[in-house]
């Protein structure tokens, strides 16, 4: 309650009159004045200030959290030139989306620990979990212990990482939210950028291997995890956000419901696109790996400006107007470029526009539904959020290695004519949730108007 002192009861009266002299009130009047209830203090969001250091923290930590998980693309495509582990490409991508679904499938998880303790328990058990699986996985005989660490152990590190430290910059933004967000997000891009090069020089050279390249990447994920955890902060009491683990009622609110069906479709696309495009390159037009992870450092390099560049023009143009445009311009460019691609060239062109666009979802998902559901709900519609996107990420990669392999097997295609389904599916589905999303709009603005901004 406001404790600021109030005017003697004549001078307001006075001054409200406009006269010169005071009129006297009737004492149970003044009575009634003095004992009234002040109205609550309404917290101001302070748009900048300490949370400019909180977007900082998470953009480290995704560096080496979805940074570390972009060079999976790297590992696989050195995994199947070299057969290692004697498995399938359909064995390595349920990995890349085991560690994806591990990590959203913790949403809840995440969410009641953060009420039963404080934010920080599920941070620090995920940072542990993020060192401990990389280098377990570094020192996995067989196929069986690796698909357990690099999947499930780093995945569940993922997400205790992500869910608690997402909804943090909404404590501290309200106009610059989309902005803080994609700088944080931009993490995974610069992340991805550094390590797909150290992991490419670790894979190559023949005194470490895969064993070293992910122990190296463990401790690069220890060194900075820790401290950039230690330092974030948040205003849960302040913004009275709530953590319920589970509310069935955000699969039918009738704008988030339109939030959920677009990151469904969106997410399919993003990790066909991440986790197919070095593969292609190295597989279907014979690259060298160094090629392969060239591509994959300039998508991390595209991810670590797109981000940034869409959070501001989501604050300018409205968050859900400019995703819609963005995962337009991801479907058309998938299309247009990536599937008639043969060249390095051409392929770097798509990869970097694909950096831009197609990973968008990480940095607009959280202004999106703060502009849906509100600030103080908006930690419970993620935890659902997260969950719903569970299938696509864990099905998203598989579902393309089996379009590949039927162009393969039932229609005898080969080379780059073998990726064409499911390079074609991708940019479909890219397209299809931006479609989606626009009933969000609709149900926002009350209109089918193209061009408010919403």
Not at 183 to 203: E, I, P
Not at 274 to 301: K, P, V
Not at 368 to 378: N, P, Q, T, W
């Amino acid at each position: 309650m406001s404790t600021a002192r109030s005017a003697p009861v004549e001078s307001t009266n006075a001054a409200a009159t406009g006269l010169s002299e005071p009129i006297p009130l009737p004492d149970s009047a003044k009575e009634d004045i003095h004992t009234a209830e002040l109205p609550q203090e309404v917290d101001v969001i302070p748009n900048g200030g300490y949370g400019w250091v909180v977007a900082v923290c998470i953009l480290c930590s995704n560096a080496v959290t979805w940074g570390n998980n972009t060079t999976y693309g790297v590992f696989t495509a050195y995994y199947l030139q070299n057969n290692y582990f004697n498995a399938s490409d359909l064995d390595y991508a349920w990995v890349g989306g085991l560690s994806v679904a591990a990590a959203l499938i913790l949403a809840p998880l995440a969410n009641w620990l953060t009420q039963r303790t404080n934010y920080r328990v599920s941070l620090f058990i995920g940072a542990s979990l993020v060192v401990l699986g990389q280098c377990l996985a570094g020192i996995s005989t067989s196929f069986g212990p690796f698909l357990v660490c690099q999947g499930l152990v780093f995945g569940a590190g993922l997400g205790l990482v992500l869910i608690p430290s997402l909804p943090l910059l909404a404590h501290w933004f309200d106009t610059r939210l989309a902005l803080a967000q994609g700088l944080a997000a931009a993490g995974s891009g610069l992340g991805g950028l550094v390590l797909a090069n150290t992991t490419r020089a670790a894979l190559e050279n023949p005194r470490l291997g895969v064993k070293w390249a992910l122990i190296i990447n463990g401790g690069i994920s220890a060194a900075v995890l820790f401290p950039a955890i230690a330092l974030l902060r948040g205003r849960h009491k302040a913004v009275g956000a709530r953590s319920a683990p589970y509310e069935a009622k955000w699969f039918v609110h009738p704008g988030f419901v339109w939030v959920l069906l677009w990151a469904f479709f969106a997410m399919i696309a993003y990790f066909i696109a991440i986790y197919s495009l070095a593969s292609f390159a190295t597989s279907a037009l014979g690259l060298s790996q160094g090629q392969g992870a060239a591509l994959q450092s300039i998508l991390s390099a595209g991810q670590m400006i797109g981000r940034p560049a869409w959070g501001f023009l989501l604050d300018k143009g409205g968050r859900i107007n400019m995703t819609i445009v963005c995962y337009i311009a991801c479907g058309l460019s998938t299309l247009c470029i990536w599937l008639p691609a043969r060249s390095f060239a051409v392929l770097a062109v798509f990869a970097f526009i694909q950096g831009v666009t197609g990973g968008t979802i990480w940095s607009a998902s959280t202004p999106i539904a703060a502009r849906v559901v509100g600030v103080k709900d908006l930690q419970s519609a993620m935890a659902i959020f997260w969950l719903v996107l569970v299938l696509p990420a864990l099905v998203g990669q598989p579902i393309a290695i089996a379009l590949l392999q039927h162009s393969t097997g039932t229609l005898g295609r080969q080379g780059a004519e073998a990726y064409y389904i499911s390079i074609g599916f991708c940019g479909g589905v890219a397209l299809f949730s931006a479609a989606l999303l626009y009933g969000a709009k609709r149900h926002l603005q009350g209109n089918w108007r193209l061009w408010q901004i919403t």
